[in-house]
């Protein structure tokens, strides 16, 4: 298979710990994408990458979160001190890179988190 | 504010008949895409279909086919020949040139019945 990967599907945490999330994108993809999506609503945008650059980041984004992708292919998504309101699917996403949205993303089957 | 509203948090439809699915968006943008995404219950999201606005067609991907309505801001799916296979929740996003990120709706869940 060589859609988007994502690791690990599931992930229980206590408050206050400190998660990580993988993300494999397609290869030869360029863009790469982070997304939260919260019980009965839709994605919200995160975060992106252009190869290694990370070109934005959302208001969502507080200074717990940190994302990477070292070498332009897989990414990780960190949480530190995890909260209760962080508890939500991430979902990632790739997409090879053409300028204005012209090509499409191709979207990972997530991450669930549940911070207790 | 950049929205994306579907005012139908659930639809059905009887297998065989078709369906159609509402959304409507508001940015001030001339440069944008509209996006159709499914979302089955295994939750890897699906492109469905996609509609550049600048063309004024409505852009058609086998049973699926779009209402794009520009001036109105709305952008409706509609599904022929309803499978069970469709059943999902649909969601209905736009993304402004250049931006690169998705802009999505809160979802519409569509059950399917046999």
């Known amino acids: 298979d060589t859609g988007v990967s994502q690791n690990p599907r599931h992930k229980i945490t206590k408050r206050g710990q400190n998660v990580t999330f993988r993300c494999d994108p397609i290869?030869?993809?360029?863009?790469l994408y982070w997304y939260r999506q919260t019980l009965g609503q839709g994605p919200e945008f995160l975060t992106y990458?252009?190869?290694?650059?990370?070109?934005?980041k959302s208001r969502l984004l507080s200074d717990r979160f940190s994302a990477e992708r070292p070498k332009g292919s897989f990414s990780t998504l960190e949480i530190q001190r995890t909260e209760q309101g962080d508890s939500a699917m991430y979902l990632c996403?790739?997409?090879?890179?053409?300028?204005?949205?012209?090509?499409?993303?191709?979207f990972g089957p997530g991450t669930r988190l549940t911070v207790l | 504010a950049q929205t994306v509203t579907q005012s139908q948090p659930e639809m059905s439809v009887q297998e065989a008949e078709t369906v159609t699915l509402s959304c409507t968006y508001d940015?001030?943008?001339?440069?944008?895409?509209l996006f159709w995404y499914k979302q089955p219950p295994s939750r890897q999201m699906i492109l469905v279909i996609r509609?550049?606005?600048?063309?004024?067609q409505n852009a058609t991907e086998n049973r699926f086919s779009v209402n794009f309505q520009k001036a109105a801001k709305s952008f409706s799916l509609k599904i022929s020949d309803s499978q069970l296979g469709d059943a999902a929740m649909y969601f209905c996003?736009?993304?402004?040139?250049?931006?690169?990120?998705?802009?999505f709706g809160t979802g519409t869940r569509l059950q399917v019945f046999p």
């Open positions: 996403a790739s997409s090879l890179g053409a300028r204005g949205g012209t090509d499409t993303q191709y």
């Open positions: 290869s030869e993809h360029n863009r």
């Open positions: 990458f252009q190869n290694e650059a990370q070109l934005e």
């Open positions: 940015t001030s943008e001339s440069d944008y895409y």
């Open positions: 509609q550049e606005a600048y063309k004024q």
């Open positions: 996003a736009y993304l402004i040139y250049n931006t690169d990120k998705l802009i």
